[in-house]
């Protein structure tokens, strides 16, 4: 008898922790704009739209750092919390989304680069807006010193020099955010969302966060130096698919055999295999989708452990594989993602 109360007491206490396990959806912007390029913008209608509907939904709109101190220490973040970013210092941050942000009253941090700001690049605030937005609440940080495909050896560039020459860029970059801003807050957003265990290796080396573009919730699940962000903008814009991700739940993922996104020649049908806590989860609910190639069903390997594969070859670039699966007692999905990025079948970059 006494045994089964213990063992009752045993399983709430089990459920409790698994239902405020840690969760926070980081949300990406770059413009809040009618007239700049649709694939990396919302217009400020939309803008405004998803704003109300987090302060009508009763969702936690929180500074990053906060999020970022409490995935560090494994500490308690509250349910429904959200964190707003942007990438790249665009003006209509501050002509357009810092007033509907002061408007509720949520924090937001903005990822800049300081070589456009120098070059006082058209479109692009100044040190004067930033300093600004910071008066208003935000915090700056690190996007790289020119917003540089990192990843990325020059010719004949050899990996020591190629880690000499990124380790400075990240560390001038956060120098110069303290001197314009007086701020240095140690995270890092990798330009395009590019990152490989090498740069993650830098990131650590430093004590900084890093953070990538593909999506999913973040929590006690995700690495520090490659933390999960949902790009808002074009097709991915709309509310009604919003909602879904703003409610998004960090997958419990305890193993996966791949978690370096550059795919190297012959290699570009990557096969990942995951073992999940499907404590809250029915494994034949999980669905893939593989970027450029649909739904795929993953295949079971084991009760907790499937593997994922492209059918046909990643397209160069960059591209994802995304699994979701819902929650038995929460409402919302856990959401996976894992980026891929691929070289030209000439070993060459694509241009951008
Ligand atoms: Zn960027």
Request: with cysteine; proline share 6%.
């Amino acid at each position: 008898m006494v045994k089964k109360i213990v063992l009752g007491l045993m399983v709430i206490c089990f459920s409790l922790f698994h239902l405020n396990a840690q969760a926070v959806v980081i949300l990406q912007y770059h413009h809040v704009s009618d007239s700049t390029p649709k694939s990396t913008s919302v217009t400020p209608a939309q803008f405004a739209e998803q704003m109300q509907y987090l302060a009508d939904n009763h969702f936690t709109v929180m500074p990053l750092a906060d999020a970022v101190d409490a995935l560090k220490n494994n500490t308690a973040i509250a349910s429904n919390s959200i964190v707003i970013t942007f990438d790249d210092g665009y003006e209509s941050i501050i002509t357009n989304a810092a007033p509907i942000l002061a408007s509720h009253q949520f924090p937001f941090t903005v990822f800049i680069s300081p070589a456009p700001i120098i070059a006082g690049y058209e479109g692009m605030m100044s040190w004067q807006d930033i300093n600004t937005l910071i008066e208003q609440g935000a915090t700056i940080a690190n996007h790289s010193w020119g917003h540089e495909h990192l990843i990325r050896r020059l010719p004949k560039e050899t990996v020591e020099q190629w880690h000499d020459r990124v380790e400075s860029n990240i560390l001038a970059t956060e120098a110069e955010l303290l001197k314009q801003t007086g701020q240095n807050a140690k995270m890092f957003a990798y330009p395009y969302g590019e990152y490989t265990a090498q740069l993650e290796a830098i990131l650590e080396k430093h004590g900084f966060v890093g953070f990538g573009q593909q999506s999913g919730a973040a929590g006690e699940y995700s690495s520090i130096t490659a933390l999960p962000r949902f790009p808002v903008a074009n097709a991915y814009a709309d509310l009604s698919s919003l909602t879904v991700k703003f409610s998004s739940l960090p997958m419990p993922v305890l193993k996966q055999n791949i978690s370096e996104p550059v795919l190297t020649s012959g290699k570009f049908r990557p096969k990942l295999v995951i073992t999940l806590d499907t404590t809250d989860l029915y494994p034949h609910q999980l669905m893939c989708f593989i970027q450029g190639q649909g739904a795929k069903k993953p295949i079971w390997i084991e009760e907790d452990t499937f593997s994922i594969q492209a059918p046909a070859d990643m397209a160069p670039g960059r591209s994802r594989y995304n699994c979701t699966v819902p929650s038995k007692t929460r409402t919302g999905y856990y959401w996976f993602s894992q980026m891929w990025i691929r070289p030209k079948d000439d070993g060459k970059w694509p241009q951008e």
